[in-house]
């Protein structure tokens, strides 16, 4: 759901407006760090635009085209991937194809990743297709680098920014995943995978998970720092505290230990 998007308020409650409001645009640039949600809700607006009983703009996951999407089955949602697919023949080819009704919902919806990759011409020949498509096709663009898209696409599209996830909402969702899988972690060291994934998601889950298979039995601090190479944090900032005293000689006790 649009509600569990972590860190991203402004933008979910923009979207879950539109579709409750069935103003849903043709075309949306979400632009951001990685792992911040982009392709994710992507996919859960494509869900709340097919759904078959929507509620507040939201999808039910119930029905048979929210199952299919969640299963990665569903032929009306299409993801291209613009690193590997970037030439003026992918996009020719989304052009023919966008003309084609929707096979199981309303809306046929292209999520293009990594759009900043389309080279110049596929750019331009994107260009038609994005300024009149046909009314029951609704483009995303994902990018981390939006300043390399042209400025007529991004024109031609409603900009949503995702920003970094502060970390206290990271350490917040990392805890919801320990406690529904049972996993034993210390709150200590999801508050240090929090802060390494420097606003990111996805690169907090994905140290999660290797740690809870490397450390089956319990995940501790000490587990942590010694995954990611890191010292210990509490005689760093015992370092920092006498360093900004002035005090010489207990600094140079901190260094020594």
Known sequence: RLDQVVGQQPVTQTL??????????????FCGPRGTGKTSTARILAKAVNCLSPQDGE??????ICAAINEGRALDLIEVDAASNRGIDEIRDIREKVNFAP????????????AHMLTDAAS?????TLEEPPPHVIFVLCTTESHKILPTIISRCQRFDFRRIPSDLIYQRLSEIVDAEGDTVEPEALRLISRYAAGSLRDAQNLLEQLTVSY?????????EDMLGLGHGDQWLELVKYLLMGNTSASLAAVHQ
């Open 16 to 29: 879950r407006q539109a579709v409750s409001q069935e103003r849903v645009a043709h075309a949306y640039l």
């Open 59 to 64: 999808p039910d996951n119930e029905c048979e």
């Open 103 to 114: 096979a199981q919902g309303q809306r046929k919806v292209y999520i293009i990743d990594e």
């Open 124 to 128: 331009n020949a994107f260009l038609k």
């Open 216 to 224: 089956g039995d319990g995940v501790a601090l000490h587990h942590v």
